[in-house]
Nanobody, 116 residues
Framework: QVQLVESGGGLVQAGKSLTLSCTNPGGIAGVNSMNWYRQVPGKQRELVASISGSDDTYYTDAVKGRFTISKDERKGTVYLQMNNLKPEDTATYYC??????????WGQGTQVTVSS
């Protein structure tokens, strides 16, 4: 069973940076993609960024130019570097491993709060 471990959330002022980490102790080599989603109460979970097995990346328009997704397969870890944070980035951020159809898994979530 895959258990993703997230870290790095917190409370920051607008304009500052945070880096989120998500580790799969079983590794991430060979997965279809690693993804970061975020969710605020009362809204659907939305895809923020994705990195494929071949290192292709995707960003939702709201974070382009500010967030960077990367991975270290040796460490089994995916990162989300978040720069120039805005209050509207406040959400719970979830890591998602996609190795469908065999394995999909969510992290436990980490809270990011950006004050104005």
């Amino acid at each position: 069973q895959v258990q993703l471990v997230e870290s790095g959330g917190g409370l920051v002022q607008a304009g500052k940076s945070l880096t989120l980490s998500c580790t799969n102790p079983g590794g991430i080599a060979g997965v279809n993609s690693m993804n970061w989603y975020r969710q605020v109460p009362g809204k659907q979970r939305e895809l923020v960024a994705s990195i494929s097995g071949s290192d292709d990346t995707y960003y939702t328009d709201a974070v382009k130019g500010r967030f960077t997704i990367s991975k270290d397969e040796r460490k089994g870890t995916v990162y989300l570097q978040m720069n120039n944070l805005k209050p509207e980035d406040t959400a719970t951020y979830y890591c998602y491993l996609d190795q469908s159809p065999y394995i999909v898994a969510w992290g436990q979530g980490t809270q990011v709060t950006v004050s104005s």
